[in-house]
Structure formats: structure tokens, C-alpha cells
């Protein structure tokens, strides 16, 4: 018998499947209903940690998901081993970008991003309930498989960033502060932003954004692993033989 970990981004769950050769015996949903689930891997000591679309709590109790088992296997985390991807967009004012921002959800299925069903969930590819509550959705029986709060509670929980660059470099201070990342992504445009706007976004993200990021991540001392060098693997750490030297010697 084999167990295997698995994740959904519509179905938003973590199950655990127990396998024999190839055949599923038993499934059980170790977490249901957690945010569109991207990953999950093993710790060196069992433990699962699992990549989602968080606010910033969830954020917070995810990086101790990992630091705590990571550290009784002696391997230290921090910044340098927490990245977080953000969707961020700039504008000249508040209403642009608040109007652009809910562009974020083109990819969350809430309008143009919905493909049809049979396209987008074939056979195999999910199950036969999951295609018929996308279709149950596409027809407006039901609500959206893949739901995720509004944009309003996507801005309040900082899941999402919109403003002009003042406003989103005050807000990106929480979030930093908060969540305190080594490394940080920012999504900047989606959907039907037009070209002119996408390139103001851009234009002011590296301009004003950019800079005022970089010093606040001297301010809450957040480096990154290519400025820290820190080792990918416990078997790097210091006081520990590389595996090639250990072989050559």
C-alpha cells in the first residue's frame, strides 16, 4: 500500500489517498475548503506544507507550519525561506486601479476567466461533480466552484493591493511586516486591463513601489536566500559534509 498527498485548486481541499499498485482504496479530506491549494511536499520529518492563494494570518500560520518541524530536524527557516506572491496594481488614482484590480478575478473565474466546462475540466481531469458545478455555475443555477471572497474582502485582507503608489506602498508595509517574506512576487495586471494602464502600472511599480520596498525590507532586515546563501538542504548546512566532498574524501 501507498499513500500519496494531493491537492485541489477548485476543490479547495488536501486529501490524503491511499493506493494499491494503481488503484485508489481510500481517500480521506484532511482539510476542506483552505483556498485554492497550488502544492503540497514532505517535510523531512512527514510534515505536509501546502502553497495557498492566504490571507495574512493564514499567511503567518503557514510559515509556522513549516519553521517549527523544519527546525526540529535542524534546519533553521525564516524570511529567506517564505515567498509570497501578490496581486498588486498601481495607478494615478484610487479608482483606476480599484476598477483594473478587479481585473484579479478573471483568473478566480468570476467572468471572462470562466471557460467552458467540458474545456476546462475534461474527463480525468476532475470529477464528474466538479465539471457539473462549473456548468451548474455557467448556467447561473449555482454559485462559483472556484469562490473566493469579493474584491472588497480580497483589499481588506491585503489578498489583494490596489491604489496609487502611496496607498499601495502603505499597505505593502502591513503586509510586510506582517508577513515578513524574503522573497516577494507581484502580479500586476490581469484580464481586460488595457495596455495603456498595464504600462502605468508598470512604469509606477518601478519607479515608486520598487524602491520604497527594497528599503523597507532593510528596515525589517528581510533578505532574501541569494543574499543570506543559504543552504537548499539540511545536507548544506554548515557543519555538515557535502555530499561530493564527503564522496571524494
Given at each position: 500500500?501507498l499513500?500519496?498527498?494531493?491537492?485541489?485548486?477548485?476543490?479547495?481541499?488536501?486529501?490524503?489517498?491511499?493506493?494499491?499498485?494503481?488503484?485508489?482504496?481510500?481517500?480521506?479530506?484532511?482539510?476542506n475548503?483552505?483556498g485554492?491549494?497550488?502544492?503540497?511536499?514532505?517535510?523531512?520529518?512527514?510534515y505536509p506544507?501546502?502553497?495557498?492563494?492566504?490571507?495574512?494570518?493564514?499567511?503567518?500560520?503557514?510559515?509556522?507550519?513549516?519553521?517549527?518541524?523544519?527546525?526540529?530536524?535542524?534546519?533553521?527557516?525564516?524570511?529567506?525561506?517564505?515567498?509570497?506572491?501578490?496581486?498588486?496594481?498601481?495607478?494615478?488614482?484610487?479608482?483606476?486601479?480599484?476598477?483594473?484590480?478587479?481585473?484579479?478575478?478573471?483568473?478566480?473565474?468570476?467572468?471572462?476567466?470562466?471557460?467552458?466546462?467540458?474545456w476546462?475540466?475534461?474527463?480525468?481531469?476532475?470529477?464528474?461533480?466538479?465539471?457539473?458545478?462549473?456548468?451548474?455555475f455557467?448556467?447561473?443555477?449555482?454559485?462559483?466552484?472556484?469562490?473566493?471572497?469579493?474584491?472588497?474582502?480580497?483589499?481588506?485582507?491585503?489578498?489583494?493591493?490596489?491604489?496609487?503608489?502611496?496607498?499601495?506602498?502603505?499597505?505593502?508595509?502591513i503586509?510586510?511586516?506582517?508577513?515578513r517574506?524574503?522573497?516577494?512576487?507581484?502580479?500586476a495586471?490581469?484580464?481586460?486591463?488595457?495596455?495603456d494602464?498595464?504600462k502605468?502600472?508598470?512604469?509606477?511599480?518601478?519607479?515608486?513601489?520598487?524602491?520604497?520596498?527594497?528599503?523597507?525590507a532593510?528596515?525589517?532586515?528581510?533578505?532574501?536566500?541569494?543574499?543570506?546563501?543559504?543552504?537548499?538542504s539540511?545536507?548544506?548546512?554548515a557543519?555538515?559534509?557535502?555530499?561530493?566532498?564527503a564522496?571524494?574524501?
Amino acid at each position: 500500500m501507498l499513500d500519496d498527498l494531493d491537492t485541489a485548486l477548485a476543490g479547495q481541499q488536501f486529501r490524503r489517498i491511499e493506493l494499491d499498485g494503481h488503484k485508489v482504496v481510500k481517500q480521506d479530506i484532511l482539510f476542506n475548503d483552505l483556498g485554492r491549494v497550488r502544492e503540497v511536499v514532505n517535510g523531512p520529518d512527514g510534515y505536509p506544507y501546502i502553497a495557498l492563494n492566504t490571507p495574512v494570518e493564514r499567511t503567518k500560520q503557514l510559515w509556522g507550519i513549516y519553521d517549527e518541524p523544519v527546525a526540529r530536524a535542524g534546519f533553521q527557516g525564516g524570511p529567506a525561506y517564505h515567498g509570497r506572491l501578490e496581486q498588486i496594481h498601481v495607478a494615478e488614482s484610487e479608482e483606476k486601479a480599484i476598477q483594473n484590480a478587479a481585473q484579479f478575478r478573471w483568473m478566480q473565474g468570476e467572468f471572462t476567466g470562466l471557460a467552458h466546462p467540458v474545456w476546462s475540466t475534461p474527463s480525468g481531469y476532475g470529477s464528474p461533480a466538479n465539471r457539473r458545478a462549473f456548468v451548474e455555475f455557467a448556467s447561473g443555477v449555482s454559485k462559483n466552484p472556484r469562490y473566493r471572497p469579493d474584491l472588497e474582502t480580497q483589499m481588506k485582507e491585503l489578498m489583494i493591493i490596489a491604489g496609487t503608489p502611496k496607498q499601495v506602498i502603505a499597505k505593502l508595509r502591513i503586509l510586510l511586516e506582517e508577513t515578513r517574506p524574503g522573497i516577494l512576487g507581484m502580479w500586476a495586471n490581469d484580464g481586460t486591463v488595457t495596455h495603456d494602464d498595464a504600462k502605468t502600472c508598470i512604469r509606477l511599480m518601478g519607479q515608486e513601489v520598487f524602491p520604497a520596498v527594497r528599503e523597507m525590507a532593510k528596515e525589517f532586515d528581510l533578505k532574501s536566500p541569494f543574499e543570506t546563501n543559504q543552504p537548499v538542504s539540511i545536507e548544506y548546512a554548515a557543519g555538515r559534509r557535502q555530499p561530493a566532498r564527503a564522496a571524494a574524501e
